[in-house]
Structure formats: C-alpha cells, structure tokens
C-alpha cells in the first residue's frame, strides 16, 4: 500500500442538484488533503512608527492637520479631507465610549488577543480632542458598560507581543 | 437606452458549507456550464470576453484564478479580467461587465465566480482571514472581527433609533424561511423570534442566528448585447427579455470609527443607490421597485440598508422590517432567495447570485412560493468590509 500523509479522507460524494441522470456520476470519488500555508511577515509600522514607540513612555499621540485643525486617532500622516501632511500631537488619552460590541470568540490576531478571556468588550472611544473614533479593548466587565460613560487609556509594560497592546482603555474614576 | 446588455442565461449552483465534491475550479465550471445549458448554447464558441469574480487568494489556497478557470472553460485565447472588491465582488463584477457592454468594448461576456468560504479552513481562520480584509494594522491587531464591527454599528443603531434585536430576528427568521422555497439554499430554517434571540452570543448585540454563512459555491451569468442575444441564444426570444437596467457604486472609510458621527448606517450605499436611481428617474424607490436581494450579512444589516436604499427614512428600518413589509406577499419582497443568511454567501458568487434571483424573478421562473407578484424591476444591494464598497445593480423586465 501506498501512503500519502497528507491523505485525510476518501469519500464518496452525493450530488447536491438532485439531478437524474447525475452529469458527474463518474466524478463521485473524493479524496481529501490536510495542508498547511505558513508564512512569516518582517512588517514595517512605516509612518505610523512613532505611535507605538511613544506607547512604550506611556504617551498617547494622534495627528493633526494644520489646515483643517482635525485630529486622527488612529493617526493618520496624511490628512484624507486636504491631502495635507499632519503633525503628531499629544493626546490626555481621556474620552468617551461612544459604541461598542461585546465579543464572545477570540480572533486568534495575536498572542495578546488570545491572552484576553472572552467576551471581551471592543470599544469606539472618541478621544477628548480627537475627531475620530479609536478602537481597542475596553477591561470592564460587559454588564457595566454603557455608551456614554468616560473612558482612558491605561498603558502596560508587557511584555507584548505586538506594542498595540501596550495599551487599552478602562472605566474613569 | 437601447444599448442597455440583456441577461441572456444564468447558471447557480447548490450553495453549502462544504462542497466536499468539488474544488473552487470545479464549482466555477458547474455554474458557467448551467449557465450555458439556461441560454441555449451548445458552447460559448460565441463569447467575446470572460470576467472572473473572485476574492480571496487565501481561502481558495490559489492566486491568479481568473488565468485558471479561464482555460478550463474553454475561453483561452479569449481577453479575460478578474475583479475583486471584497463582499461586493459579484456586484463589482457584474457593474465591470455592464460598463464592458455599453463601451462596445464586448458585445457578450460571461461573468463567472467562485468561492470556498466553507469548511476548507476551521471558523477561526475563516474569521482571521476576513479580517485580513479589515485595516490589519489598527482594527485586526486589537481582536477586532467584521462581527464586532457590524455589532458596534448596530448597537450605535439602537442607541439612536430604538432599534430592537427581535426586529433584527424578524430578518433572521424571514430570510431562513423563504430559503425553504430555494432547493439551492444552503440553510433554511423554519425558526421563532425566540429561537433567534436565545441563540449563542457571537458578538453582541449579535447572536449566531443573526449571522450569515460560510459557504462554497459558484454563480454565472451572460450578459450581452441584445443584438448578440437574439443572433446566438436560441432560447432569448422565448422569454420577457431583463436588461441590466442601472449600476451605481459608492464607498465610505474603511474604519467605522472614521465615520464618526454618521456611524449608524451606510453612507456608500446612499451614495451608489442615488447613483443608480437617477439613471432610472427612480424616485420613490418603495413604490417602484417589485422585489429586491439585500446584503444580510447579518439580520440588522438589512434593516439598515432598507433605510439607506430609501424604502423607509431613516431609523424606520426596524418597525418597516417588522410589520412585514418586506416579507414574501409584502409591499417589497426582500431577499426572497433566502439571502446570505439563507441562501449562503460564497463571496465571489454572492453578488451574482443575488442578480440571479431578481432576473428569475423577472422572468417568473422561480418556485412560486417565492415569486415576488408581477415582477418588473428588481434591484440587489451587496457591499464590502462594513459598507466600504457598495454597489447597487438594477434589473428591468420590459416586454
Ligand atoms: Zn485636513
């Protein structure tokens, strides 16, 4: 006998259309493979770098436009409404929960993700002096959570797997 | 408008959550073949152009498959062209064609697609990959999925509306019901409000049966000409002739949060809806359009785009979802194939199947348990990431 390591079955298939004659009825034969695709990305954080290094000192930055006075948390190093190179600028990192859902599986992003116990709250924060909504995780139970209530940003120092979560929000007072 | 392309044959096959039968490329010829078989043609010698609808290198585990199904239909040496645009791809794609038609660029082009969104990869890599398709950087890395995206809208939609989630099951429970009259639907279901809202919490205000479904399947449709038609399809003369009537294509940030404060609804399908009524002078779209197929992603999601199509105003999408309105025998039948909470969602194949159903629909060829009355304009709404991309395509009946 020959063996085939990746085999994992071999059925016999029904056809789905109900169809008399089946125009695949020599077809019927299946035979099923178990395979992998693994990859590994050296990913640059380019022009969004300097957030998640300041991150690290426990600083929130955003961006603003000069020309239209918004500000972009999540950054954004050019401005989409004037096509104008932002600025960074420092954020008190206090705001408020705007949106939110309440997350029963875990995405498998990352080791940090997967550290989290479900569910976990994913929250819309407008940041005191952004114009945009940022979304990362809110560390309250979901029972307690309402849009409206006052949120920061608290910081930890790891270790993390990617710097995003050096970060998250929690409940103010 | 008499250069408008008519829909000269389509072809479907069963959507499930494993084709185990089949691999993508089998699925595609499956579908283009029922396709061929629908207009009459003994082959597609005749076609002028093959457009292949696909999104996902990932899932499928191929790249570059527009080269690979292209040959093994036949239609090398033949121009071919593949486009994508994630949840709308099948929408995109037929827009592609229609514009390929009206350019003279083609006078007949078969539009294929063909996904394996099923049991291929666990439901875990399933979500990882979709989320691929999120802003990877920022919204992926913090445990984001499109669920969540589309709860933290629906929930921004509750807040400010009223919404409730047992209108959110009105649509779960409709759309399941009416796959039951669909025999190439992937999960009908005869369910109760309270089955809806009891079921699993998936990502809140969302429960599993509010969710659509993974599958595997294909779609084709020939579009063309109706000079081309009535020269090549034997069987074009035989039945009211539907023209793609109306294409519109708006977008909206990829991130919700960057829509602040417009993050109850679609802004890109307000936009591609206009587009495509103002070709048609569609002015009141609840009174002048017969039947339509909506993107139910999830069950709220329709709620939200009937507002946005302008079949209510807005924040009336629930209490309109829920008087029925939109149920088989209602003032607009929605998603009477079942939709992607019935029927099933094989992305590249979605938008096209979606057609599928309102040119049968026009023809009167469906089940008649299903068969929207006096059908004679249907429209099909399909979008991208949470309404990044949206495209809505107009069908016309006109005999
Ligand atoms: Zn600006």
Not at chain 1, 83 to 101: D, P
Not at chain 1, 135 to 146: D, G, M, S
Not at chain 2, 90 to 106: D, F, I, K
Not at chain 2, 108 to 132: C, D, K, M, P
Request: glycine share 10%; proline share 4%.
């Amino acid at each position: 006998m020959a063996e085939v390591t990746a085999k994992r079955d071999i059925l016999t298939a029904a056809s789905p259309h109900a169809e008399t004659p089946d125009i695949w009825a020599d077809f019927r034969q299946i035979e099923v493979l178990t395979l992998e695709l693994r990859q590994r990305y050296e990913h640059s954080l380019g022009k969004y770098s300097r957030f998640f290094i300041e991150l690290e000192n426990g600083r929130f930055l955003g961006t603003r436009c000069a020309r239209c006075q918004r500000v972009y948390a999540p950054p954004r190093p050019l401005c989409p409404a004037c096509l104008a190179v932002t600025t960074w600028q420092e954020l008190a990192g206090t705001g408020t929960l705007i949106t939110y859902a309440v997350q029963h599986f875990g995405s498998g992003a990352n080791d940090d993700v997967n550290r989290l116990a479900t569910p976990y709250v994913l929250a819309y924060v407008l940041l005191d002096g952004a114009s945009t909504l940022f979304p990362h995780i809110l560390r309250a139970a979901p029972e307690n959570v309402r849009i409206g209530m006052r949120v920061r940003v608290a910081y930890s120092s790891g270790p993390v797997q990617h710097p995003l979560h050096l970060m998250y929000f929690v409940a103010q007072g | 408008m008499s250069g408008l392309p008519v829909v000269v044959g389509v072809g479907l096959t069963a959507f499930a959550a494993n084709r185990v039968d089949c691999t993508v490329r089998d699925l595609a010829l499956e579908a283009a073949l029922a396709c061929m078989h629908d207009a009459g043609l003994m082959d597609l010698k005749a076609v002028q152009h093959g457009l292949t609808s696909y999104e996902s290198d990932h899932f499928n585990r191929q790249m570059t498959l527009g080269a690979l199904l292209h040959d093994h239909l036949g239609l090398t040496p033949l121009p071919n062209v593949r486009v994508e645009g994630g949840g709308a791809t099948g929408a995109l794609a037929l827009r592609t064609a229609w514009a390929y038609v009206q350019s003279g660029l083609c006078d007949s082009i078969l539009v294929y697609g063909a996904e394996l969104n099923g049991r291929s990869v666990s439901t875990q890599t399933a979500n990882q990959l979709f989320a691929l398709s999120a802003d990877f950087d920022w919204e992926m890395m913090v445990g984001g999925t499109y669920t969540a995206f589309y709860a933290a809208m629906m929930r921004a939609h509750m807040q400010r509306y009223g919404t409730t989630e047992a209108q959110c099951a009105h649509v779960a429970v409709r759309n399941r019901k009416n796959a039951q009259h669909n025999p190439l639907a992937q999960k009908p279901m005869d369910l109760t409000i309270e089955e809806v809202l009891n079921s699993r919490a998936v990502a809140e205000p969302y429960k599993l049966l509010d969710c659509s479904l993974l599958s595997d399947g294909a779609a084709a449709l020939l579009l063309a000409t109706e000079d081309w038609a009535r020269a090549h399809s034997p069987v074009f003369a035989r039945r009211p002739v539907v023209y793609f009537a109306a294409t519109g294509c708006g977008s909206d940030t990829m991130r919700l949060g960057d829509r602040y404060p417009d993050i109850t609804n679609f802004r890109g399908k307000r936009a591609a809806a206009q587009q495509a009524y103002a070709q048609l002078g569609i002015s009141d779209p609840l009174a002048q359009i017969d039947v339509a197929e909506l993107y139910d992603s999830y069950s709220g999601v329709e709620i939200q785009a009937v507002e946005d199509l302008g079949f209510v105003a807005a924040g009336e999408g629930g209490a309109a979802v829920a008087s029925g309105l939109f149920d088989l025998g209602g003032r607009l039948p929605v998603n009477p194939s079942g939709g992607l909470l019935g029927r099933g969602a094989p992305v590249g194949a979605t938008g096209i199947a979606q057609a599928i159903e309102i040119v049968q629909q026009l023809w009167g060829t469906v089940h008649p348990a299903r068969q929207a009355a006096n059908a004679r304009r249907g429209l099909t709404d399909t979008h991208a990431g949470i309404g990044t991309l949206c495209v809505v395509n107009i069908f016309e009946r006109r005999d």
